[in-house]
């Protein structure tokens, strides 16, 4: 049994899927440039959000939120273990790959900025949730009080439509 994942440079390309790299943007594929880099990361298939291919009009996804995410953990919470999650596409399945801070004095450099970005949170969770709850639960009854669902709502002003909601919903 081997003692690793396979290297992503060592997986094949399926029949029937030649050329596939041409679809996405170079940036999101694993390069011979960042090949080091990149076989030293831990990878994972994320079949949780993204369970098939990835067509490359949704890969612009990845360019904008999941840089955004780990800008935003990097840089505004400072989260101290953590540089944010980086991506690629292999074979049209999106990877993901935890960056973390290597060095101990970092991460416990960090810490006290954490804790002053986000420590309100977790030393208010408690109160924040149960506003949430009581917000949430109004604008649920609201929603009911204006005749349901907003798609049902539109679907029922089309002189066109009896009314019914389609099953799927």
């Known amino acids: 049994m081997p003692d690793r994942f396979p290297s992503p440079f ?18 999101s594929l694993f390069s011979e440039d960042r090949r080091e880099y ?3 990361g831990f990878w994972f298939q994320d079949g949780v959000h993204w369970p098939a291919v990835l067509t490359p009009w949704d890969a612009t996804f990845l360019e904008f939120a999941l840089a955004s ?20 596409i292999l074979n049209g ?8 801070v ?7 450099a960090r810490v ?7 420590g309100y949170y ?17 604008a649920a009854a609201r929603e009911r009080s204006v005749g349901g669902h907003h798609r049902g709502a539109r679907l029922r002003q089309r002189p066109d439509h009896d009314g019914e909601l389609p099953r799927a919903l």
């Open 69 to 88: 995410l780990s800008q935003y953990n990097t840089r505004h919470y400072l989260i101290p273990p953590a540089l944010g999650v980086d991506f690629r």
């Open 10 to 27: 060592e997986i094949q390309t399926p029949p029937g899927a030649a050329g596939w790299e041409k679809l996405y943007l170079y940036s």
């Open 93 to 100: 399945y999106v990877y993901l790959s935890p960056v973390g």
């Open 102 to 108: 290597t060095n101990p004095a970092e991460i416990e």
């Open 122 to 138: 977790f030393g208010n969770w408690d109160r924040l949730y149960d506003n949430w709850l009581r917000d949430r639960g109004r």
């Open 112 to 118: 006290p900025q954490f804790l002053e970005r986000a």
């Open 38 to 40: 990149e076989d030293a």
